[in-house]
């Protein structure tokens, strides 16, 4: 999917390029970044919203689809109309092989007379008894030479005729052959239309569910807390906190969550590049779902449910570094999400993104295995904070699921890993445009 793509570059740039690992949310628009080394210098023709298409590009696009497979429908069927014409007797190619045939029938009939006259001339001269005259000589002589001469000429005619029923049947076949390529191919095109036009409504259909539907807005802030430094193979707590900062209660609250390595200095980043080996798996917990659990394609979200005016709520994060990560720095990143009974939804206008650097493994000593499942949400130590305050209420707090209706296109994709792009922004969503045109105003500040 293009735009699916597009996105999936937007953030995956977004949540590589500097303006992310080291500024704030209000840095953005107000600082402009220091480019990284190992970073590509950006350009306009580089970024991944300029190539966005628009709703009435989107809609051309399925129209112009549209046109195309019903050509190449008429197509096919004229291809298959043509090949089936071949098998009725008025086509000019199969009435010409019927022709043939009957010439043929009749010029090999006719050898068969000549040859059977020719010996019967013959056997007439064998017969003639030794009274016979010079005169009854010479006319069975003349005799055998006149049906000779038949027989050679109605093998010549059934040769002839052979011939012209071979060239006849040859062009019948080619033509049979031809048209079933014919046939193939509009296949094929017809094959790759459809394709075509399900991508452009597809595109078209992603398109609204992501720009009309959702909004973004700063109903939800999320402000993520936590320690400057982990060590690779060990479990690390920390903590966010989603706040509606409405002028109302929202109904439906979810909060998406991950987790992620820097590239090392000097690598390049590109849209080639395999994130997925940067990924740091993430796990959360809450008052009400005590027990650590795993993101899913299932399950991306923590539903935190409804969330009253002003009121927060608290949800504990655990990262755990493969334990042959070398040392260097990650990023944890955290947005949020709502939907109203009433069908109005919004889409947090900025993400929480904490920095942290990772120590390598103790060589001398097996990484710690993960806490076993617990019933109390651990405090983390002192640490850095994304923002937040001390004044919690908690409301809600379900299982994680994904919710359903105007808050898709969230979670996995074809090009990111489960969550990872969600964690940038949202998910192959409108924050990811927010992402990528953040950066562009950063880079252009």
Partial sequence: MKIRRILATAVAA????PVVFL?????FADTKPTTSPSQ???SREDDPEDDMPSLEELKAAVALAQKEYDEAVVDLDKAKADLKALDKDDHPLKAAVLDAKKAADAAAAA????????????????????????????????AVTAAKTAADEAAA??????????????????????????????QKVKKAAAEKLDEAKEELAFFEEIGEE???DSAVKVALSGPKTLTAGKPTVFSLRVTNTSDHALDVVNVFANAMRQPAAGEEIDEETDFTKLVIPVEWSSPDALEWTSFTEEFDSIEVGKLAKGASYDVKLRLTVDAKAAAGKGTVFAYGEYENNDGSCGIGDDFANLTFDILAADKGHKPEPKP???????????????????????????????????????????????GYAAAGAVALGAGALVVARRRKAGAQA
Avoid: H, R
């Avoid at 002839?160 to 080619?174: G, I």
């Fill in 14 to 17: 977004a949540v590589t390029t």
């Fill in 23 to 27: 500024s704030a949310a209000p840095a």
């Fill in 157 to 186: 005619a059934k040769t002839a005729a052979d011939e012209k029923l071979k060239k006849a049947s040859t062009a019948l076949s080619d033509a049979s052959v031809a048209a079933s390529k014919v046939v193939g191919l509009a």
């Fill in 111 to 142: 050898k068969t007379a000549a040859d059977e006259a020719l010996a019967k001339a013959e056997k007439a001269v064998a017969d003639l008894p030794e009274t016979a005259t010079d005169e009854e000589k010479k006319a069975a002589a003349d």
């Fill in 40 to 42: 590509k210098p950006a």
């Fill in 372 to 418: 076993s499942e617990t019933t109390a949400t651990p405090t983390p130590a002192p640490s850095a904070t994304t923002g937040g305050n001390s004044n919690t209420t908690q409301q809600g707090g379900s299982s994680n699921t994904s919710t359903n209706g105007t808050l898709a296109a969230t979670g996995a994709n074809d090009t990111l890993p489960l």
């Fill in 214 to 216: 959702c909004t973004e």
